[in-house]
């Protein structure tokens, strides 16, 4: 079964930088679609970014030139997906998940992710 490990989120001062990473084990897809994900204190979870095996990327208005998506992936599989965040910002405080579904990404936006991991918490003071 595919099992997703989140790890790399901290604390830093506005302005600065991290870079989260996402490894991937017992992946099942041959076409697949993943993505970053937060949800801050009292908020609804949101998208932050989006890649698929062609390496098609989308972010969200808010993270737009900040965060840069990214994967390490070989023929047929992947080993890991990074979010690279820079100029953070305290409203960028959340959890981090990452997520992944098989097929095209419209299809998994539409239906939803079948696995998450358990998330990497970020925090942005300010």
């Known amino acids: 079964e595919l099992q997703l490990a989140e790890s790399g989120g901290g604390s830093v001062q506005a302005g600065g930088s991290l870079r989260l990473s996402c490894v991937v084990s017992?992946?099942?897809?041959?076409?697949?679609?993943m993505g970053w994900f937060r949800q801050a204190p009292g908020k609804q979870r949101e998208t932050v970014a989006i890649?698929?095996?062609?390496?098609?990327?989308?972010?969200?208005d808010s993270v737009k030139g900040r965060f840069t998506i990214s994967s390490d992936n070989k023929k047929n599989s992947i080993d890991a997906i990074y979010l690279q965040m820079d100029n953070l910002e305290p409203e960028d405080t959340a959890m981090y998940y990452c997520?992944?579904?098989?097929?095209?990404?419209?299809?998994?936006?539409?239906?939803?992710?079948?696995?998450w991991g358990n998330g990497t918490l970020g925090t942005v003071s300010s």
């Open positions: 017992g992946f099942p897809y041959i076409r697949y679609c």
């Open positions: 997520a992944a579904g098989g097929g095209y990404c419209a299809t998994t936006i539409t239906y939803g992710f079948d696995y």
């Open positions: 890649i698929d095996d062609d390496g098609a990327t989308s972010y969200a």
